[in-house]
């Protein structure tokens, strides 16, 4: 099945602590992303990547970071400097072909809360 | 700040009922649009894009695109319960912000039976 996965479906963070989001993609996409919604609201983008080895800051990248050595994996580490990390992380990946139209697919999400 | 508002919801139609669903964006130079279909604590999924001004048609949902007035519809014939969700507009940012993509905050939609 030709698709996205993401891991965990929960994640719970301590304070202080760095946590990891595992975003995997056999779509054969060019670009990934990370999103975060808060209850309510619309997606933002915190990161995204249209090639290997190279990543960009979205709208609100400010205590996340990431990496992308392999085309099918874009990790999102929300590091402790992002205070109010609970929400609902959404990865995404397209096909940058034009002719496509930058269609995004969504993976299942990951709802990270804070004990 | 490049902006998509949605009609402010929720929204509620009657089952067999059609639903509308409108959407403005800021920026001119976008050029492809997307509506999403969100269930509650689960992703979005892609109902339709558009590209060019006017309608386009799959099934029960028509989307429709006027660039000149900066609006975006979805309408949904035939609401069904099951179409009960949250719909999200999304649009890019043009040949300045290609691959990106501006979410509204999204209008929730129930059909009632």
């Known amino acids: 099945d030709g698709g996205i996965t993401q891991s965990p479906k929960y994640l719970f963070r301590k304070e202080g602590q760095n946590v990891t989001l595992s975003c995997e993609q056999n779509l054969n996409h060019d670009a990934m992303y990370w999103y975060r919604q808060d209850p309510g609201q619309g997606l933002r983008l915190i990161y995204y990547?249209?090639?290997?080895?190279?990543?960009q800051k979205g709208d609100i990248a400010e205590g996340y970071s990431v990496s992308r050595e392999k085309k099918e994996s874009f990790p999102l580490t929300v590091t402790s400097a992002q205070k109010n990390p609970t929400a609902f992380y959404l990865c995404?990946?397209?096909?940058?072909?034009?002719?496509?139209?930058?269609?995004?697919?969504f993976g299942p999400g990951t709802r990270l809360l804070v004990l | 700040q490049k902006e998509v508002e949605q009609n402010s919801g929720p929204l509620s139609v009657p089952e067999g009922a059609i639903a509308s669903l409108n959407c403005t964006y800021s920026d001119r130079g976008s050029q492809s649009f997307f509506w999403y279909r969100q269930y509650s604590g689960k992703s979005p999924e892609l109902i339709m894009f558009?590209?060019?001004?006017g309608d386009k048609e799959d099934g029960r949902f028509t989307a429709q695109l006027n660039k000149a007035s900066q609006y975006v519809s979805l309408l949904i014939r035939d609401s069904q319960p099951s179409d009960s969700a949250t719909y999200l507009c999304?649009?890019?940012?043009?040949?300045?912000?290609?691959?990106?993509?501006?979410f509204g905050q999204g209008t929730i939609l129930t059909v009632h039976p």
């Open positions: 999304a649009s890019d940012g043009g040949g300045t912000s290609y691959g990106k993509l501006t």
């Open positions: 990547s249209q090639i290997v080895n190279d990543f």
């Open positions: 558009i590209y060019s001004n």
């Open positions: 995404a990946s397209s096909n940058t072909d034009r002719g496509y139209k930058e269609t995004q697919y």
